[in-house]
């Protein structure tokens, strides 16, 4: 029976890439000179801090075109708020988020039972979900649903075997 899985993977050394490019680039721009920018990784996270609110703004800006231009999705990203740090300056931690929630993973469920497409059916293995259906062109059907729909988080679809 033809089956596929869909994820939601992020590549974190094109991540690293990214932040490392983001870092290069605020040292040598004469906007942020003297505000002292930082953008670190941390496990699952990405923390930068700036000198102002304004300036953390555009580091923010800075790493997401670095990380769009690596092809990392910008649905796997979760801001959090602006805090205050020592001396005034502003610091904000940004989230990657990898893996299925059961929350999105049942709303996945619902949208392919919605399609009404015959005999395919899901079941939800740990952070994803595999799909299976009687017929190949049935799964492309709902492969390409699932691509139009937005669910707030990157799909990605692995696994197809006939």
């Known amino acids: 029976m033809p089956s596929f899985d869909v994820v939601s ?12 490019q983001t870092m290069r680039e605020l040292a040598t721009r004469f906007d942020f000179k003297g505000t002292d920018s930082t953008v670190e990784l941390k496990d699952r996270a990405i923390q930068l801090e700036s000198a102002t609110e304004d300036r953390l703004k555009a580091a923010v800006q800075v790493l997401e075109e670095k990380l769009v231009r690596r092809k990392v999705s910008l649905k796997a990203l979760e801001h959090g708020k602006v805090e205050e740090a020592a001396k005034g300056r502003a610091r904000q931690q940004i989230t990657l988020q990898a893996g299925i929630s059961t929350e999105k993973a049942k709303a996945i469920g619902k949208f392919l039972k919605d ?24 799964l492309q059907r709902a492969i390409q649903a699932l691509r139009d729909h937005d669910f707030g988080i990157p799909l990605q679809f692995t696994n197809f075997r006939d």
């Open 9 to 20: 993977e992020i590549d974190l050394q094109e991540v690293r890439n990214a932040v490392d």
């Open 115 to 138: 399609l009404g497409l015959k005999g395919v059916q899901h079941q939800v293995q740990g952070d994803q979900l595999r799909v299976t259906g009687k017929k190949k062109d049935d």
